[in-house]
């Protein structure tokens, strides 16, 4: 048996379940050019001097500061596993990125979810979950399945926050949006992508494809200024505004 395949077999499941927990899965949900990687490292939804890691394929953060706090990124299985085990008994503030040297591909993504998912604890601080092109990872539309589906459907209890970042939500998962109670929704590509997330949020469709990406504003106004529609739970929940996708500060719409 592959020595990696073996050591992930005997992964602990995680530990000390808290079902206190408040359920905090947040969706980014943007067509290129409409901010969702900006969002995740300005919005704040993961905390300054948070945990947090993260499912990295195109380096996004690996390498670079993510609110003040370098983000180290390893290609390496091992050292990845390694480093996440010793950062979380340590219990401080950190940031770490796993690049899959196979890209965004299924089985990259549940290598990932199975060491993250190892981890979990309902009684040490929480542990942010960043999954980057998820869409290019779960190749269906319906139940997500393997530890990554359990990291958003049990995950909660024992203190992990995934944020999931894709272009259309037609095209990941069921579980990834039901158990998602945050959106994060940016400029999307079609009118059809626009009545999708009208449709499952309760929002005008009209409001979702008045949104401006920030491609668009960089050519029209000469700044990456990306408008964005906020969706937490409750009715008419709901924050209409715009960011500079370069330095996160707020702009005003226009």
């Not at 592959?2 to 005997?10: D, E, H, I």
């Not at 990687?37 to 948070?50: C, Q, R, W, Y």
């Not at 601080?125 to 779960?138: F, G, P, T, W």
Request: hydrophobic content about 40%.
């Amino acid at each position: 048996m592959n020595p990696m395949k073996k050591a992930l077999q005997s992964l602990p499941n995680p530990v000390n379940a808290n079902p206190s927990h408040d359920a905090e899965h947040t969706v980014y949900i943007a067509g290129t050019g409409g901010g969702k990687t900006s969002a995740v490292k300005f919005m704040g939804l993961v905390p300054k001097g948070s945990q947090a890691v993260f499912f990295d394929p195109y380096s996004n953060y690996a390498g670079a500061k993510f609110q003040g706090q370098m983000c180290h990124g390893t290609e390496s299985r091992s050292q990845f596993l390694k480093a996440l085990i010793i950062e979380r008994k340590r219990g401080a503030a950190f940031k770490l990125a796993y690049v899959p040297p196979n890209g965004a591909t299924s089985e990259e993504l549940e290598f990932f979810a199975s060491v993250v998912w190892a981890v979990g604890n309902g009684r040490a601080s929480k542990l942010h979950v960043i999954i980057e092109e998820l869409a290019s990872c779960a190749e269906t539309s319906g139940k997500l399945k393997g530890r990554a589906g359990e990291l958003l459907r049990g995950g909660r209890q024992y203190g992990l926050v995934v944020h999931s970042v894709f272009q259309r939500g037609q095209e990941v998962p069921k579980t990834v949006t039901d158990q998602s109670s945050t959106w994060w929704i940016g400029a999307v590509n079609s009118q059809n992508d626009a009545q999708w997330l009208a449709a499952r949020r309760g929002i005008d469709v009209s409001v979702i494809a008045g949104l401006v990406s920030a491609k668009v504003n960089k050519t029209r106004i000469g700044e990456p200024v990306a408008h964005y529609l906020l969706v937490r739970d409750g009715i008419g929940n709901v924050k209409h505004a715009a960011f500079h996708c370069a330095t996160g500060a707020p702009r005003a719409l226009k």
